[in-house]
């Protein structure tokens, strides 16, 4: 393996222990410059991490003591506001109207979106899954959708404009750029 092959299967083992994304970025550079020790010294990967490089991660992981406590309210409501938005917009783009309807396969997505998301943690670590995984989850996905889909297109709860759905998507993209511009201060102030 790689350098960069082993940074990356670290990350992904490190996100699946849903460690704090601070502790992991330090981790991470800390293993880089134990790898760049022993690339400088002709040593591979394997001679830092072993043979097993998840065992190694979890093995790291275990190790650290600080885990957050998870803001579970907090997730739900922003998990459940992203597959809001997600949902309207994609009403409006694929059906190329000016009015989204919500149905109760559209409510009943939402909610599944957002228990998924917010009580999942491994959601992201799913990248490394093999074939097979990969294959379950897809028939599962599409008999979810199916069943979704028989739940019903009646009655409509509510009929949302595109204006209604613009303003929806205003805080996230006002929190979004928020973030975006608070990450570039810190890269700065760690940079000077």
Not at 31 to 43: I, M, P, T, V, Y
Not at 85 to 92: G, M
Not at 133 to 139: I, N, P
Request: hydrophobic share 50%; net charge positive.
């Amino acid at each position: 393996m790689t350098p960069d092959q082993v940074l990356d299967r670290c990350r992904t083992e490190w996100m699946f222990h849903d460690m704090p994304r601070d502790a992991v970025d330090n981790m991470l550079t800390e293993l880089r410059e134990h790898l760049e020790d022993s690339a400088r010294a002709g040593k591979s990967a394997a001679v830092v991490v072993g043979d097993d490089v998840a065992a190694f991660a979890s093995s790291w992981a275990a190790e650290h003591p600080s885990r957050p406590p998870r803001n579970t309210p907090g997730l739900l409501a922003r998990h459940a506001y992203a597959g809001s938005v997600a949902l309207l917009s994609a009403s409006h783009l694929v059906g190329r109207t000016a009015e989204a309807e919500l149905v109760p396969g559209s409510v009943a997505a939402v909610c599944l979106f957002s228990a998924l998301m917010t009580f999942t943690p491994y959601w992201r670590a799913v990248l490394h899954w093999p074939l097979w995984r990969w294959t379950a989850l897809s028939c599962t996905g599409f008999a979810v959708l199916l069943a979704l889909f028989l739940i019903g297109r009646e009655p409509v709860l509510l009929r949302v404009p595109l204006w209604a759905t613009g303003l929806l998507l205003l805080p996230g993209l006002a929190a979004s750029a928020f973030a975006w511009w608070r990450g570039k201060r810190r890269e700065r102030a760690a940079s000077a």
